[in-house]
């Protein structure tokens, strides 16, 4: 890697000491313009292309090295690209797996600073001035980050400069150089084409017929004239692609996790071994959560074995929670009901799924936050022992019609709001018809319409009423037919 800066005058002997100077930032970018190929196996020696949807068409977003010497290149028509190479292999653009493989980078890449960032597209940005000293200079960071980019499997362009854009810009463009003083980023800039600027494919054409084909051509025009023309947005993006404007990059945080391994000295398949283990997992995990304000209901226990594959026990609870010993008493009772396939090696304790920590209330007259906890251990308790489908809860459905009303769910955390109205705890199975004769009317009418997006559709006035034997009925009268029909009794 070429390293440009500028030429320091040779320090006098009798010359006073100079000041400490400030920390410069210095930013390295690793752009990744294979990602959509290497998110995508290829067999050795296939012609592959990476496809795209642009205005309803199918383009060539990249192609690997068989089929770029066959003269399949990007942005190419499908169609054009068969007439290239009829053998060419395509793949739709996974943009899940690319956005996995450039967050992996920049978990890795926190290896080396804190400060990381994903805001420009199809590259990571690292601020690595404070880091230089850390791991023994600027070859020694290139050489870790190489061995990092090795391992993930990823092929990349790395550029180093004091702004993050024009490392960006630099990466992109194939130059693996590093300048090290913004007064000397004119100079490794001015040969980039236009088209290394994040500007529109519109606004590179208007200056063609200027004559303009390099980003030094560019700043040989006066500012005040590209703005008129070509919008003030130009003219910041130069700036900052020379440090003259500041540039604040967004930080890449890591998911907050909590997970904690502990090793064997001894394999072991007795379980008061491993259970003082698991106590020392799960406090760790309460300290975790206590200290983060947080409780989390998704809570995983890996086992692992010397000749069997890995066993994983899920704990799934009805509502978050920060008691470790609520978690740890479920997970010691699937522990004693799960046999082991094998002594176990190490234990893994993991849990991502977090939730802010609502405390339950403290008012010394109220038992209901009370009651609500005791009810979601024992629904925790019930799954734990009979299985995470074995219980069947009544809920009530997103519908007005009385018939689809109830049903049944195995989500324990879900809440159902009763309607506002009364209901009867026993619905007929069918609405049965009847005569007005038989009951006198109680309660003013209720009216339910709906349904016309989803057969059949109902229009019917509800009442209470009493009959002569003294039930309390529910019942309707159809408005389309007119006819009076029984739909429940109230307890």
Not at 191 to 198: G, I, N, R, V, Y
Not at 284 to 307: C, P
């Amino acid at each position: 890697m070429s390293i440009l800066a500028l030429a320091a005058p040779p320090l006098l002997a009798a010359s006073p000491p100079e000041a400490v100077p400030t920390r410069q930032h210095l930013w390295l970018c690793i752009h990744l313009p294979d990602l959509a190929l290497q998110a995508r196996p290829w067999a050795p020696g296939v012609a592959g292309a990476v496809i795209r949807e642009c205005a309803g068409q199918r383009v060539i977003h990249a192609v690997n090295e068989v089929a770029a010497r066959r003269g399949v290149v990007a942005g190419m028509s499908l169609p054009a690209a068969y007439a290239v190479c009829p053998s060419l292999h395509i793949q739709t653009r996974d943009g899940r797996s690319e956005a996995r493989r450039r967050r992996a980078v920049a978990r890795e890449s926190l290896a080396f600073t804190d400060w990381v960032s994903l805001d420009r597209p199809d590259a990571v940005l690292l601020e690595v001035g404070a880091s230089l000293r850390l791991f023994g200079g600027l070859d020694a960071l290139r050489s870790r980050v190489d061995q990092m980019l090795a391992r993930l499997g990823l092929e990349a362009r790395i550029a180093l400069a004091p702004v993050p854009l024009a490392a960006w810009m630099l990466a992109r463009s194939g130059q693996a150089i590093c300048v090290l003083q913004p007064a000397a980023l004119r100079s490794a800039l001015g040969e980039l084409p236009l088209s290394a600027l994040p500007v529109s494919l519109h606004g590179l054409q208007r200056l063609s017929p200027l004559g303009v084909r390099t980003l030094r051509d560019l700043w040989r025009l006066p500012r005040d004239g590209l703005a008129r023309r070509y919008g003030r947005a130009l003219v910041r993006l130069l700036e900052e692609a020379l440090g003259e404007t500041p540039s604040l990059e967004g930080r890449y945080r890591q998911p907050i996790r909590f997970c904690r391994r502990i090793d064997l000295s001894l394999e072991t398949d007795r379980l008061e071994v491993l259970t003082p283990i698991l106590e020392a997992l799960m406090e760790a995990m309460g300290r975790f959560l206590t200290e983060r304000a947080a409780a989390t209901s998704r809570i995983r226990l890996r086992l692992f074995h010397r000749r069997a594959a890995i066993s994983t026990l899920m704990l799934q609870l009805s509502q978050p929670i920060q008691d470790w010993r609520h978690g740890l008493h479920l997970l010691r009772g699937k522990l004693e009901r799960a046999p082991l396939s094998a002594p176990v090696l190490a234990l893994e304790l993991a849990c991502a799924d977090l939730h802010p920590h609502r405390p339950a209330a403290t008012d010394l007259f109220d038992g209901h936050a009370a009651r609500q906890l005791d009810w979601s251990q024992l629904l925790d308790e019930l799954r734990n022992r009979l299985g995470e489908d074995a219980l069947r809860i009544l809920a009530l459905a997103d519908d007005h019609r009385p018939e689809r009303t109830s049903g049944i769910r195995t989500d324990t955390r879900a809440d159902s709001h009763p309607p506002a109205a009364p209901r009867p705890a026993w619905l007929l199975h069918a609405p049965a018809p009847a005569t007005a004769t038989h009951w006198r009317l109680v309660s003013s009418a209720e009216r339910i319409e709906s349904g016309w997006w989803d057969p059949p559709a109902v229009k019917r006035d509800y009442y209470q009423a009493l009959d002569r034997d003294g039930r309390l009925l529910w019942v309707f009268r159809d408005g389309r037919q007119g006819r009076w029909y029984v739909q429940g009794i109230f307890a």
